[in-house]
């Protein structure tokens, strides 16, 4: 489980007259890097302390990671229900599969939506042309909860290409507005509650505001930021508060995410299982073992079983 660390009292703004709403960072979160095989993830959501931010329920930095030739990521087939998952890359590809017959390379930049309603399996690994020389992956995955109407919709897999992604310009900080509205700018890629997905690039010494939320957080992928009186160090999540105008400041050249959107209520979650309620978890588990999910189109021999 991450490490998590209350905000310190003497970094409030002491001059507020809401202390409540002075502080600009309510939870620090530390990720614990997990080795998978020389493919290192920061797991960053969810935590015992805080399960989600906004409808956003997990939260993976993957990489960067070296492959040599020959070698790369490779996911056997696995289910997912009553969420959806994003992968947006930094570096590297990973190739797509799922049981609708999707088969999509996801390239730096691109915006990877994949909607699992009612169930849903995939694989990521890479392409030959990819493994056959050494490379590089290095990206974010995250796994958004579905309102409780929309846990069973039919799955779905939606992908955007870099180009289609809203970039803008704030007091110099290029931004791209990945998902949600920010900045005067709309991202094209669908949502189901309201979402905030926003990548920005500063230099040490630049700032800029928060976008409003519900509940937000900024992750730091590289560099150094200070939100009030607390410093975000590198791979560490700040879930915000909601004091209005809060700004982020770089004190190195940062790559941040920020994220959020509306609270949802209470999600339970087991393995690569989201949903409202226990029994339909309990369901997908035995549905899993029976292997009476759909297949992957053209990856149908292997899958992960279900950890006992």
């Known amino acids: 489980m991450s490490t998590l660390t209350k905000h310190p009292d003497e970094a409030y703004d002491q001059d507020c007259s809401e202390p409540a709403r002075c502080k600009e960072v309510e939870l620090l979160i530390e990720p614990r890097d997990r080795d998978l095989g020389g493919f290192s993830v920061r797991r960053v959501l969810p935590t015992m302390q805080r399960r989600m931010v906004g409808p956003w329920i997990f939260f993976d930095h993957m990489g960067p990671a070296e492959f040599p030739a020959g070698e790369g ?17 930094f570096e590297g590809e990973i190739l797509h599969r799922d049981s609708l017959g999707s088969l999509q390379p996801i390239r730096p930049g691109d915006v990877n939506l994949m ?3 009612k169930g849903i399996t995939h694989s990521e690994r890479e392409r030959p042309e990819v493994t056959e020389t050494a490379h590089r992956l ?3 995955q995250l ?11 039919d799955p779905a897999f ?5 180009a289609d992604i809203p970039r803008v310009e704030v007091n110099n900080v290029p931004i791209r507005v990945i998902m949600g509205s920010a900045y005067g700018e709309t991202s094209p890629v669908k949502v189901f509650a309201d979402t905030l997905y926003v990548e920005a690039h500063l ?4 700032s800029i505001s928060v976008p409003e939320a519900d509940e937000r957080a900024v992750y730091v992928a590289a560099g150094e930021l200070r939100a009030g009186g607390t410093t975000i160090p590198e791979f560490a999540m700040a879930v915000l508060s909601d004091k209005p105008g809060l700004e982020l400041t770089a004190t190195r050249d940062a790559r941040i995410a920020i994220v959020g959107g509306e ?3 209470k999600r339970y979650m087991e393995w690569n299982f989201v949903s409202s309620r226990r029994d339909r978890i309990e369901q997908a588990k035995s549905e899993w073992k029976a292997q009476t999910f759909p297949k992957v189109v053209g990856d149908d021999e292997e899958f992960i079983p279900l950890p006992e």
């Open 263 to 265: 609270h949802l209520g």
């Open 203 to 206: 230099k040490a010494g630049q």
């Open 143 to 153: 796994w958004l909860a579905l309102p409780e109407e929309d846990e069973e919709i």
């Open 158 to 162: 939606y992908h955007y290409p870099d």
């Open 138 to 140: 290095h990206g974010l």
């Open 115 to 117: 909607v699992a309603g």
């Open 73 to 89: 990521i490779n996911v056997r087939p696995h289910p997912h229900i009553n969420l959806a998952t994003v992968t947006y890359l």
